[in-house]
């Protein structure tokens, strides 16, 4: 079912297959038409959901449409500072999807008779078009034809697609775009630096753990009061608005994702500060869980929970997965009490319809599973120790935590912050894999080989 549908979207007229990135829903049930508004969540979740499939099954088409998301919003979404712009919208000269659009006529001025009459034929645009007598790019029906869908999978082929496809982006960039919505927003931000965090790991793009490092340092610089509040908003020069708990939530995922692919500590600390000020601002004593405005803002007459997963996810979901993610990495039990208060103050509500609570559900498998570890101790440039960490991330690990310990300083800091690594040292200097599952370890190695085997255990 994940298959099917990820494979439907990415083919059909939601992707933007002339400059990627997704639009945030589609109107039909082929996923041909959308609604052509761009939003940063839905790119970044959709990015972290390809990330995945890529780790689970291998297959590269999830990890080129992954990549392609982050191309599109580090070309078009990225503030010159580093935070994410929010959106862009659906029209453009008062008509919804015009800039994204073509007729056979244009796309042969551009590419010429025969690669125009090959891109079309490919890509599904016709005379009569699919959309108001205009063309939305799609590869429906090469999915649909055995024959398109094997020269698809051919690289020259694949070459010349991508020659003509660079062609045309430039075309459209002379076009009139469709206005952006420049505001960053906290929670939204937090999402994208999980995902290209996820990247990083991933698919070993160190741009990615870039953009994302510089998304931090806007927000931190831009978007946080001197008294540690976070605000939810900047737009121009002006930062407003006390953080909701979806802001602390999403940016502390981002956070723990963002110390795993850099193995920089002051990012885990980061983690850890903003994490106890949210639960000192939006906790319920009475009965768990965390509310959405916090104990400083305009006190109204009910205070709001919401555990329900819409087009954004929960925030006290992702909060309870923080907390279990933190409680492992530092041991700290009284976390480890509050991700249990967290999840059994919402069982209930989960219970009675589980496909809408997509977030708890994921941080309630963390909570139920066997602990595990990995531990790589050793210079992170080193070329095994990339080769470790790239035959740890290249499958798909959800419950396991992963770490890498630098030499020196940094690795001092992160042994003093998480326990379970103080004892994992590089063995004769060279770099060293720990592989640990239900606290018992397997005897460590040094070989690349050797730690695929235990991986496979």
Not at 36 to 50: H, I, P
Not at 105 to 116: D, P
Request: proline fraction near 4%.
């Amino acid at each position: 079912m994940v298959e099917k549908t990820l494979d439907a979207m990415y083919r059909g007229g939601m992707y933007d297959h002339i400059g990627f990135g997704f639009s945030r829903y589609s109107v039909d049930e082929k996923w041909l038409v959308p609604h052509f508004e761009k939003m940063l969540y839905d790119n970044a979740l959709l990015a972290w959901t390809y990330l995945e499939a890529y780790q689970s099954t291998g297959k590269e088409t999830y990890a080129e449409a992954a990549g392609q998301i982050f191309t599109y919003v580090l070309r078009d979404m990225t503030h010159p500072e580093g935070g994410f712009y929010s959106a862009e919208d659906a029209d453009s000269e008062g008509e919804e999807g015009k800039f994204y659009v073509w007729t056979p006529a244009e796309v042969h001025e551009v590419l010429g008779e025969e690669e125009g009459g090959y891109f079309c034929t490919v890509y599904g645009i016709t005379e009569e078009g699919n959309f108001e007598g205009h063309s939305i790019p799609n590869l429906i029906a090469a999915a649909a034809s055995s024959v398109s869908r094997m020269a698809l999978d051919e690289g020259e082929v694949r070459n010349r697609l991508e020659a003509s496809r660079r062609k045309l982006f430039e075309h459209r960039e002379k076009r009139i775009h469709p206005h952006k919505d420049d505001k960053i927003l906290t929670s939204w931000n937090g999402l994208m630096i999980m995902a290209l965090a996820k990247g990083c790991k991933t698919l070993g793009r160190s741009e990615y753990l870039a953009a994302a490092a510089k998304a931090v340092s806007f927000i931190i610089g831009r978007m946080r009061r001197e008294d540690g509040r976070l605000l939810a908003r900047y737009r121009d020069g002006e930062a407003a608005f006390h953080g909701y708990v979806d802001d602390y939530a999403f940016l502390v995922w981002g956070l723990i994702e963002l110390f795993e692919a850099s193995f920089d500590p002051a990012y885990l600390e980061l983690a850890i500060e903003l994490n106890a000020r949210m639960i000192e601002l939006f906790w319920d004593e009475e009965k768990g869980g965390l509310f959405f405005y916090g104990s400083d803002g305009e006190q109204l007459f009910t205070r709001n929970k919401e555990i329900h997963d819409g087009a954004q996810p929960s925030g006290n979901a992702a909060a309870a997965l923080n907390l279990l993610r933190l409680a492992k990495l530092t041991y700290d039990s009284s976390l480890s009490r509050l991700a249990e208060r967290q999840l059994k103050a919402f069982a209930g509500t989960v219970e009675r319809y589980p496909l809408g609570h997509a977030i708890y559900l994921i941080a309630l498998d963390y909570a139920l599973s066997p602990p595990g570890e990995i531990v790589i101790a050793g210079d992170p440039e080193a070329d095994t120790t990339r080769e470790m960490v790239a035959a740890v991330w290249a499958e798909f690990r959800p419950n396991t935590l992963v770490l890498v310990v630098p030499e020196g300083e940094r690795g001092a800091k992160v042994r003093e912050r998480v326990p379970l690594v103080q004892d994992k040292l590089a063995i004769g200097g060279r770099p060293t894999a720990y592989v640990c599952e239900n606290f018992a370890c397997m005897s460590p190695t040094t070989d690349v080989e050797e730690l695929r085997e235990l991986l496979q255990h």
